[in-house]
């Protein structure tokens, strides 16, 4: 089974910044999209960001893209969401997944796979 392993979530204050990690096992993913999503209490799975790691192009939520970014290294089949200037409402539980399809990367239908998820609070 693909396996992909999330670290470096935590409490920061506003202001701050906070990098999340997603290691892939068992299967690469050089030919595939690798998605980062959030999910508040009560509130809907939210797309952040994805990278094609074939042809590395990037997207980004709109209210997101200057203060999010996504990037990937390949020989560790990994993907990496670099956060800064956080805020409030950032606090989420966030999770990576990487999907074969480069099609509706913004859904999390598309995503086939799942970390296991990783609580970022922001504090004000």
């Known amino acids: 089974q693909v396996q992909l392993v999330q670290s470096g979530g935590g409490l920061v204050q506003a202001g701050g910044s906070l990098r999340l990690s997603c290691a892939a096992s068992?299967?690469?993913?050089?030919?595939?999209?690798m998605g980062w999503f959030r999910q508040a209490p009560g509130k809907e799975r939210e797309f952040v960001a994805a990278i094609d790691w074939n042809g590395s192009r990037l997207y980004y939520a709109d209210s997101l893209k200057d203060r999010f970014t996504i990037s990937r290294d390949n020989a560790k089949n990994a993907v990496y969401l670099q956060m800064i200037s956080m805020k409030p409402e950032d606090t989420a539980a966030y999770y990576c997944a990487a999907s074969s399809s480069s099609s509706n990367y913004f859904r999390s239908s598309t995503y086939a796979y799942w970390g296991q998820g990783t609580q970022v609070t922001v504090s004000s």
């Open positions: 068992g299967r690469t993913f050089s030919s595939y999209v």
